[in-house]
């Protein structure tokens, strides 16, 4: 009974918090499976961040729920997110057997030794100002043995208003840059060629502030950078008001930290990014866009945008279209506003854009994205760019995939070339989502 199956939705933390529960699990001599099949246990690592996040994985519980009938032995738990979010009313009303918050990790098998004593669902959520997971080395989980991601800090203080995640990940809170800086070398003698510091906002990352072994971010970067020319380093995800110029400096400086930045922009109106809490200005915001062009040349820059967030109307709209013509951004995540509950937000203020009028700007948002998208594409036809081969192509075996610095998604032949590999792509075509390219010397 000792076979666990892990499911994750979300974000890239999540992935990353999958990977630290499997290895927690593993020492306690859990044996991990990758078919549901073969499950004892499985664990869902769950995201809250908006409501139809939420519905798929409530869907999710029942289909798994109904397959008791056929092996009753079969224990469902809940991580992450929505076990913070719902705590035990995904025991009283889902009929689940475990819930585990994001802090609480460590907990796991001491609960999974309870399980099969009749004592109903076991839950375990309290936040926690200290935890890190510090020391705890990832087992990997639908690796593709050439990109990771590493956890560098937890939770966020920034209340934007629209956002759960400050109520369900907790406190801000960093992770002793020692053990970052010797997770990416022990990855990269593994073979990993690429590694992605996350947090909800990298750029507080701060180790012993005021202490002789103080460092911030900028520093960090520059030590995971110099473990070897041959390891990019990427980060995710940055706040506007917290990105300095030390970090993009120190960007420039090296080679191997990708030419990258995802810059959430939310809302073009000042007035909407004061209901949101966002503590810039859209003015403030391409300042900042400026200064990224200024000090690394070639830059993608991506962005998050929500639309249809309270009392935003046509003209909130048309300034949110406006300044992502101004930033010509390389791709973005775009969002229609989901109230979720008890946030500032949801107190404060009300969901007074219907949800065809959320779409209809939604859809605007994405068609002048595509559009945005393609025309920074078609500018690097004829450019030669450094790409770490990831994978093959879903589409062709006949070919593989990779990213350029920019973080640009490029394809081309096969031939006899490995993952994990170096290759100087020479792009000749693309569409707005894929660039295609010639292998050249
Ligand atoms: N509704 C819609 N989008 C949201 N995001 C965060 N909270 C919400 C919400 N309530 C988006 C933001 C954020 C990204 C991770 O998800 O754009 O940057
Ligand atoms: Fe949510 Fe804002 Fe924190 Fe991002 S910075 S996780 S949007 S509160």
Same mark, same amino acid.
């Given at each position: ?36 099949? /073969?499950?004892?246990?499985? #664990? ?24 008791? /009938? ?19 009313? #995904?025991?009283?009303?889902?009929? %689940? ?22 004592? @109903? @669902? ?39 208003? *629209? ?5 369900? +990940? ?7 840059? &020692? ?12 073979? *990993? ?5 996350? @947090? ?9 502030? @005021?202490? $002789? ?16 020319? #041959?390891? +990019? ?7 506007? &008001? ?14 191997? %930290?990708? $030419? ?18 966002? /503590? *810039? ?6 300042? $900042?866009?400026? /200064? ?32 992502? +013509? ?43 994205? +595509? ?6 594409? &078609? $500018? ?34 096969? &031939? ?5 590999? *170096? ?16 292998? %050249?010397?």
């Amino acid at each position: 009974m000792r076979n666990i199956y892990i499911e994750t939705y979300g974000c890239q933390m999540n992935m990353a918090d999958s990977e630290i529960v499997a290895s927690i699990l593993k020492q306690e001599g859990y044996d991990l499976v990758d078919d549901l099949n /073969k499950a004892d246990i499985v #664990l869902i690592n769950t995201c809250s961040i908006r409501e139809n996040a939420e519905q798929r994985v409530i869907k999710r519980i029942s289909e798994l729920d109904s397959l008791r /009938k056929k092996r009753q032995w079969l224990k469902i738990g809940v991580l992450g997110c929505m076990a913070e979010r719902m705590q035990d009313s #995904l025991i009283k009303t889902h009929n %689940v057997d475990l819930v585990v918050g994001p802090d609480s990790y460590r907990d796991i098998p001491w609960l999974l030794s309870f399980q099969g004593e009749g004592c @109903g @669902g076991l839950i375990s959520t309290e936040l926690s100002e200290t935890e890190t997971y510090s020391e705890i080395y990832p087992e990997k989980i639908n690796s593709n043995g050439v990109t990771a991601f590493i956890p560098i800090m937890r939770g966020c203080e920034n209340f934007c208003s *629209y956002c759960v995640v400050p109520y369900t +990940r907790g406190r801000e809170r960093s992770r002793d840059f &020692k053990t970052i800086v010797s997770e990416a070398e022990k990855l990269f003698a593994q073979g *990993y060629r690429e590694v992605t510091l996350l @947090g909800q906002n990298v750029n507080s990352y701060l180790w012993n502030q @005021g202490e $002789k072994d103080e460092v911030n971010f900028a520093k960090l970067i520059s030590l995971v950078a110099e473990i070897n020319p #041959l390891l +990019r380093v990427r980060f995710s995800t940055s706040h506007p &008001k917290d990105i300095s110029q030390e970090l993009l400096d120190t960007m420039a400086t090296y080679d191997n %930290v990708c $030419k990258f930045i995802h810059l959430p922009l939310q809302s073009g109106s000042d007035r909407i990014l004061h209901l949101m809490n966002r /503590k *810039y200005t859209a003015g403030e915001y391409l300042d $900042k866009i400026n /200064k990224i062009k200024e000090t690394i040349k070639d830059c993608g820059i991506s962005t998050d945008i929500i639309s249809g967030f309270c009392t935003e109307n046509l003209e909130d709209h048309g300034l949110t279209l406006n300044i992502m +013509r101004q930033v010509g951004y390389d791709s973005a995540f775009m969002f229609k506003y989901s109230e979720r509950p008890n946030t500032l937000a949801a107190k404060k203020y009300e969901d007074d854009v219907s949800d065809e009028e959320k779409t209809r700007r939604l859809e605007e948002i994405i068609n002048l994205q +595509r559009e945005l998208s393609f025309q920074s594409n &078609k $500018k690097d036809i004829g450019k030669t760019f450094e790409v770490l081969i990831e994978g093959e192509s879903k589409r062709s075996t006949e070919k593989l995939f990779g990213r350029n610095s920019q973080n640009k998604v490029i394809l081309f032949d096969k &031939k006899d070339l490995r993952l994990g590999q *170096y290759v100087n792509v020479k792009v000749n075509d693309c569409t707005s989502a894929t660039l295609f390219g010639e292998t %050249v010397s």
